[in-house]
């Protein structure tokens, strides 16, 4: 098998390129910079660049599947143009890919792409799963909502399109986890609000997985990418506290003072999603860190 990976060099790309090279799957990857392009036996990278339009047609030679991860990261401060950027670095490379496989030849019988959980509405009573019609008016609700469309274009040109909604993705390399482990680590720890809000997580080893898996199996439609056993937020910074062996005696953190710390970014510290994987899960995928204690464990 020979798959295509946009985003191969971010933190869910190295982890999934590592994953599929030991299972003796072949890469092509398209990269923004032309120093990061190799050329080995079973790892070759090509140019692209989705704001001009430009992508090197030979990325698509051989090529069973695209696995769809570039976007500009949404940990960044969400000013108007950068917001601007989250939106087009999306959209436009999902089009780029569109247009290089109408107009070539190619095999290409699939495409699994990230999104996001954020397409879900911020609840304290809703449980969600892949069926819910509820979409988020939020910023990144949107976002994720136009990333999807963009994407579902590709059944027009017979390829199966797979989405894998993707919650709060933990890895000690990078992402939100060092973050919250930093004011932990010099006693500075505190959960956020009242704690109570749900949080829909997943081990960066099992995303991984579930790329690979849906590749294997030739999934189609749209799964989401969390654990089977969301947490709280006053229980995810215990759980880190407990296994840093840190105490945590400050007060709860208001949400006033991360919007002055973050900007609107502050909102994903907040709001409450409880998502199903039940999904996954009935199609034999098996999850290998199921609960937070192991996965904070396995990462520190």
Request: aromatic letters at 10%; charged letters at 20%.
């Amino acid at each position: 098998m020979k798959v295509l990976i946009t985003g191969a060099t971010g933190l869910i790309g190295k982890e999934l390129t590592s994953l599929l090279l030991q299972n003796g799957v072949s890469i092509h990857y398209l990269t923004t910079s032309k120093r990061k392009i190799e050329n080995k036996p079973n790892y070759k990278g090509f140019f692209w660049n989705p704001s001009q339009g430009i992508i090197d047609e030979n990325c698509l030679m051989g090529v069973d599947a695209i696995i769809h991860l570039a976007g500009a990261s949404i940990s960044q401060r969400w000013t108007n143009s950068y917001k601007q950027e989250i939106v087009e670095s999306r959209i436009d490379s999902s089009n780029l890919l569109y247009k290089a496989l109408k107009s070539n030849p190619n095999q290409v019988r699939q495409i699994v792409s990230a999104s996001g959980t954020a397409i879900y509405p911020n609840s304290f009573k809703a449980f969600y799963n892949e069926n819910s019609p509820e979409i988020s008016d939020s910023f990144l609700g949107n976002v994720v909502l136009k990333w999807e469309e963009s994407v579902d274009k590709f059944k027009l040109l017979d390829v199966k399109v797979c989405k894998l909604r993707t919650g709060i993705v933990l890895s000690n390399s990078g992402g939100a986890l060092p973050k919250m482990v930093q004011p932990i680590k010099f006693g500075f720890g505190a959960p956020f609000g009242n704690g109570k809000q749900v949080q829909s997580w997943i081990h960066i080893h099992d995303l991984a997985a579930l790329y690979f898996f849906a590749i294997e199996n030739d999934l189609g439609g749209v799964y989401n990418a969390v654990s089977p056993t969301p947490v709280s937020n006053e229980f995810l910074t215990k759980t880190i506290a407990r296994v840093l062996k840190k105490p945590i005696f400050l007060p709860n953190i208001p949400q006033f003072i991360m919007k002055l710390v973050l900007g609107e970014m502050h909102v994903l510290l907040f709001e409450n999603k409880n998502i199903s994987s039940q999904k996954a899960i009935d199609q034999g995928f098996q999850f290998k860190y199921k609960s937070i204690e192991r996965a904070i464990e396995n990462l520190y």
